[in-house]
């Protein structure tokens, strides 16, 4: 089975940066449609950015959050700058074992993380 284990979270202020990782087990990262998502107190889970050939990120945040894989530590990084606080959330990792990406959106994916609490003030 894939296991996925994010780390890197945080208190920052804001305008900071914080680099969130997701540890792969049970497979490869780059074998599959993989995903982070958040979710603030209160509201419903938000989809951010996903991977397979390709990244797409949600305009909301396209031009401060970065995806990338590294093969070497199989891991499906998020590095994010210029945070707001409006960005404070738990942040996801998912993933679509063996299967290319759907639409961005949390029903897509059927893998997911414990999560990793993001603070900004």
């Known amino acids: 089975d894939v296991q996925l284990v994010e780390s890197g979270g945080g208190s920052v202020y804001a305008g900071g940066s914080l680099r969130l990782s997701c540890a792969v087990s049970?497979?490869?990262?780059?074998?599959?449609?993989m995903g982070w998502f958040r979710q603030a107190s209160g509201k419903d889970r938000e989809a951010l950015a996903q991977?397979?050939?390709?990244?797409l990120r949600a305009q909301s945040v396209k031009d401060r959050f970065t995806l990338s894989r590294d093969s070497a530590k199989n891991t499906l990084d998020l590095q994010m700058d210029s945070l707001k606080p409006e960005d404070s959330a738990i942040y996801y990792c998912?993933?679509?074992?063996?299967?290319?990406?759907?639409?961005?959106?949390?029903?897509?994916?059927?893998?997911w993380g414990q999560g990793t609490q993001v603070t900004v003030s």
């Open positions: 998912a993933a679509r074992p063996g299967r290319s990406c759907g639409a961005l959106a949390p029903g897509s994916f059927d893998t």
């Open positions: 049970g497979a490869s990262v780059t074998s599959m449609c």
């Open positions: 991977i397979f050939r390709s990244p």
